[in-house]
């Protein structure tokens, strides 16, 4: 939440705001990318050690900067280009890793459990920082994120080596990458549970609005902002944490479609309210959608995949939850700018459940998808 609010304070422009999405989406594709044939060939445990060191250059970088005055523009985009690649190549090692430390039947628990723990601090980190931006400025918040991340690096150092099962060969790299990507195209319910959520992040996530509305609409400062931040992962961690009843779902596609139309309803409604509160509670409800979504989502694309391609399915998985919010901030900026905020956010609403009819669709192996005849791809189903 630093980064999005230190730039509109310092141009004032929700443009130049949301231009930060665009900004962090090469280095997240290639890095991603990257990340997942490096991690169905290396052990990820080593791997994963070494992405956590770089969190903390990166993050030690911003605090520097914030600290050394009113930083330029250019050099906060170029930070925030090697903290989005660095995080992405992070994200997709991490997810690789899931499957192999659970046992089968346990592993929608698990991914309900690792998604609820990250939206808790989700939920913690944009509240205090909003008090340590009102307290202490930007540079406190970077500061605080290079010690956790240092965390992160003894939580690492910790582990037992995860190495990929089933990998013998090692193609080069770049043909490893075309084979993971060739691989997700196989599966129709893989790419239509990508499809809807880059849709679903894409129009209904304004994340890059939420200084904007902060100061400009509910006129909260910071503190509006991170309650604004938390309230979307409050949602997301009680549904998280709530979703023993996956366990025993078997159309999990329905279910993500359901939800993203959840998602984009509550998106919009909160577009129309004028004060903090209400709107907080809205994009809480949006949150504990979303957090269905991806909860199955995750069941999905894990099921579906073997474990000597689970980075680079991770990393196209990877890719699309975390570019889908970017694309968002540029859509949302670009008709914030050309409309207003608040427009910007019920259009983006609307054209999130409009989404949901389209990729059904489009994509009809996601609505029938049967958790209970499902089996990795290439590999014989269940009896």
């Known amino acids: 939440m630093a980064l999005p609010f230190q730039l509109y304070v310092l141009t004032r422009s929700p443009f130049l705001t949301g231009l930060l999405g665009l900004v962090e989406l090469g280095p997240l594709v290639t890095a991603s990318l990257l990340g997942g044939a490096l991690a169905d060939r290396y052990d990820r445990r080593s791997l994963l050690l070494a992405i956590q060191v770089a969190l903390?250059?990166?993050?030690?970088?911003?605090?520097?900067?914030?600290?050394?005055?009113?930083?330029?523009?250019?050099?906060?985009?170029?930070?925030?280009?090697?903290?989005?690649?660095?995080?992405?190549?992070?994200?997709?090692t991490r997810t690789a890793i899931v499957p192999n430390v659970v046992s089968g039947d346990r592993l929608r628990s698990a991914l309900s459990f690792m998604f609820g723990l990250y939206q808790v601090t989700m939920v913690a980190g944009p509240l205090v920082g909003g008090l340590l931006i009102s307290s202490s400025g930007v540079q406190a918040v970077y500061i605080a994120d290079a010690v956790s991340c240092l965390g992160m690096v003894a939580a690492a150092a910790a582990m037992s080596p995860q190495r990929p099962i089933g990998e013998e060969r090692h193609d080069p790299v770049l043909r490893s990458i075309r084979d993971g990507l060739r691989f997700v195209r196989r599966s129709e319910a893989l790419v239509g549970s990508f499809a809807?959520?880059?849709?679903?992040?894409?129009?209904?996530?304004?994340?890059?609005?939420?200084?904007?509305?902060?100061?400009?609409?509910?006129?909260?400062?910071?503190?509006?902002?991170?309650?604004?931040f938390a309230a979307v992962s409050a949602g997301a961690t009680v549904a998280a944490l709530s979703t023993g009843w996956i366990e025993h779902a078997r159309y999990l596609g329905r279910i993500v479609l359901a939800a993203v139309a959840v998602w984009g309803l509550a998106i919009a409604a909160a577009g129309l309210t004028a004060a903090l509160a209400p709107a907080a509670l809205l994009f809480a409800v949006a949150g504990a959608a979303d957090s269905v979504s991806a909860v199955c989502r995750s069941t999905i694309s894990q099921s579906l995949t073997p474990d000597r391609m689970r980075g680079r399915m991770s990393s196209v998985f990877s890719l699309v939850v975390a570019s889908g919010p970017r694309l968002g901030d540029i859509e949302a900026g670009a008709v914030a700018s050309a409309a207003s905020p608040r427009f910007s956010v019920v259009s983006g609403g609307l054209a999130c459940v409009a989404s949901v009819a389209l990729v059904a669709a489009m994509f009809p192996a996601l609505a029938a998808y049967d958790g209970d005849a499902v089996a990795p791809i290439g590999e014989p189903a269940p009896a």
């Open 56 to 92: 903390v250059l990166v993050a030690s970088g911003l605090a520097a900067a914030a600290l050394a005055g009113s930083p330029p523009v250019w050099l906060l985009y170029v930070l925030a280009g090697a903290s989005a690649g660095t995080a992405g190549m992070e994200r997709v």
């Open 196 to 228: 809807i959520d880059l849709a679903a992040m894409t129009f209904g996530m304004p994340r890059a609005l939420f200084p904007v509305l902060s100061l400009t609409v509910y006129h909260s400062g910071a503190g509006g902002t991170g309650v604004l």
